[in-house]
């Protein structure tokens, strides 16, 4: 459980600059894609993670909202890509977090130094009759360029 709160604080902590998410309804899915080197090394044998200088993940937040300011884990599941501008593509394996996660979703993946990936997530809320859909497109960066 405590380190189910600490992926989300990540996320959090990483959408507070710009709100990183999408809504339908009550539904609300956090999105974050990071560099594995962001990670210590206890969370990323905790979850399974292997870490790399050109090495990321996607970390997903499913929550239903109960009220303004205040919601509930959601179960779901997730397929998607990530492209880059030259068009090649990477499939994500989306996976729970962790045994005792309920709402976290992730996926890794690479990169080459500089590289603008644009991601394409179909979200699917336990209980949802339709996907959400997940679309940005972010910047990497490596330190061993």
Do not use: C, W
């Amino acid at each position: 459980m405590k380190y189910t709160l600490l992926l989300a604080g990540l996320l959090l902590s990483t959408s507070t600059f710009a709100q990183q998410l999408v809504r339908d309804g009550s539904t609300v899915v956090h999105y974050s894609a990071m560099s594995t080197q962001d990670l210590s090394p206890e969370m990323a044998r905790q979850y399974g993670i292997r870490q790399g200088s050109r090495r990321a993940m996607l970390l997903l937040n499913l929550q239903h909202e109960t009220a303004p300011g205040k919601s509930t884990p959601l179960r779901g599941t997730a397929t998607g890509t990530a492209r880059n501008l030259m068009g090649d593509v990477q499939t994500l394996t989306l996976r729970p977090a962790g045994a005792d996660s309920s709402q976290d979703l992730i996926a890794e993946f690479e990169f080459s130094h500089l590289e603008f990936l644009i991601f394409d997530i179909d979200v699917r809320p336990e209980g949802s009759t339709r996907p959400l859909k997940v679309h940005f497109q972010q910047q990497f960066f490596s330190d061993d360029n």
